[in-house]
């Protein structure tokens, strides 16, 4: 990497708490310019914590999260605004705005931060739903969309200001084998086509070891390894073999802290 | 041991919990103002289209109902009034009571409970609904300030259309009880109507439509700040709007009886 461009994201000893609750237990990570990093754990292993303080949607307890050069806990609401112009996220569920066609949802973005007139906005949103395959379904409303449907509106809607880095949320969960395996490859598509940044949050083995360049993999707060595809595969740690393989972990046994717990006393 | 202290905890934490409601309703109200003013140099605009939206809604679409309501709450009082001047033989000077009783107090009342009921619920719901499919985040990850794109317009809307409401439910509900009083009193609606104007000022009338403007801003703080503290899926949003609606009219009548207790006496 040259000195003088950063990554586009740089977080450094992130640590978080929901309540009193110690989520992320400093979390450092890069992502370079244009690659695809997949953000992989289990239930519970902070994943979802991670993407949202990635977002700016929570304030860490202490640490930084650096996006395109900035500290977006750290930065004026008018920079701010103007990174979010930047990037685009395709939440879980889609989070299309039910009282909207999903054309107008895909035109959100530009109604609210450009001042094209209604025609090129509109090309552009068609031009995002060729991208996703979507063609022709403009004027449908989200609640008549299938699931495969929905997740790649959602896309659609967050690529349709050419954002430089993209977040995904569970991109494929929930989807059947095809489907899931064709929004893999508009992901790769994206990329390659628009060069943007990706950061994939997933517990899909399959899917992301598809996609990614590098994965990422957290388990209870931490990261436990880092590292290319392959790297990850081969990875020695007994707890990414163990997420890799699907085997449950070995439950270490406490008799008298099972006790306290069943007498909750705990 | 254990009773009191439990008792004791559960009153402070509610308590807690009620003045952080209101405080958060307080700084909703702030920021709306804010968004409002400073908006378009922020480049974060208060859309007019959003605000007719939210005005049909609110105000257009309540039309068929507060005038039923007004034009029976109307006959209603004519007939209670008629009969509580009958020992005096006092019939034909109901016109005041029912004149200012409607102006003062049952249209503003009346249409600001039924606006609680259809759109504060409306709204909380929505805004619950927003905010667990995750909407409100894209909202704010789009770069889109959630307050000013859904809590503006709303406000507006209903601080233009409630009042706007119940001068049209003064009207429906003063005719109303016209139209009984002629009937019963054998007193022509050209003489009610004229009575009536006699026995009001226009203070009444601001009175009435200030109130109402009150309520209409109490609807809309309490349904965004219910929608906005949804938990727990579905029923989240069952319990919440069903919690907006009990709030916003029981802080409509005790804000009614503040102000009237403020400004009659």
Known sequence: ?266 | MSASPNLLERVGRATARGIAEIGFGASLLGESLFWLVLGRARRQPVRLPAIFDQAMEIGIRALPIVTVLAGTIGVMLAIQGIYSLRPFGAESRVTTGIALSVVREFAPLITGILVAGRSGSALAARLGTMHINQEVDALRVMGINPVRFLVVPALLAMLVMVPALTLWADFVALLGAGLYVSGELSMSLAVYAERCLESLKLNDLTHGLSKSAIFAMLITLVGVVNGASVSGGAEGVGRVTTRSVVHAISAIVVTDMIFVFAVTR
């Open chain 1, 1 to 266: 990497m040259s000195p003088d461009r950063p990554n586009p994201i740089e977080v450094r000893d992130l640590v978080t708490h929901y309540g009193d609750r110690l989520i992320l237990k400093g979390v450092s990570l890069d992502v370079r310019e244009g690659e695809i990093m997949v953000i992989m754990g289990g239930s519970g292993s902070g994943k979802s914590t991670f993407l949202n303080h990635l977002l700016g949607l929570l304030r860490p307890t202490s640490g930084v999260v650096r996006l395109l050069g900035q500290d977006i806990n750290a930065i004026g609401p008018l920079d701010l605004f103007d990174l979010r112009k930047k990037m685009g996220v395709a939440f879980q569920g889609g989070a299309l705005f039910s009282s909207m066609s999903v054309g107008e949802n895909i035109m959100l973005p530009l109604r609210e931060h450009t001042n094209l007139d209604e025609k090129t906005m509109q090309i552009m949103a068609r031009l995002k739903m060729e991208v996703v395959e979507l063609a022709g379904f403009e004027h449908l409303m989200p609640a008549e969309l299938s699931g495969g449907m929905i997740k790649r509106a959602a896309l659609a809607r967050a690529i349709v200001m050419d954002p430089r880095l993209l977040f995904c949320d569970e991109p494929s969960a929930g989807l059947d084998p095809v489907v899931s395996s064709s929004i893999d490859e508009l992901i790769l598509r994206l990329r390659d086509a628009m060069g943007m940044t990706i950061v994939v949050v997933t517990h899909e083995l399959e899917s992301a070891f598809k996609i990614a360049d590098r994965i990422c993999v957290l388990d209870k707060g931490e990261i436990i390894a880092l590292g290319s595809v392959d790297e990850i595969r081969a990875h020695p740690s007994e707890r990414v073999q163990n997420l890799l393989n699907r085997r449950t972990e070995d439950v270490t046994l406490d008799a008298d802290a099972y006790l306290r717990r069943l007498t909750g006393e705990g």
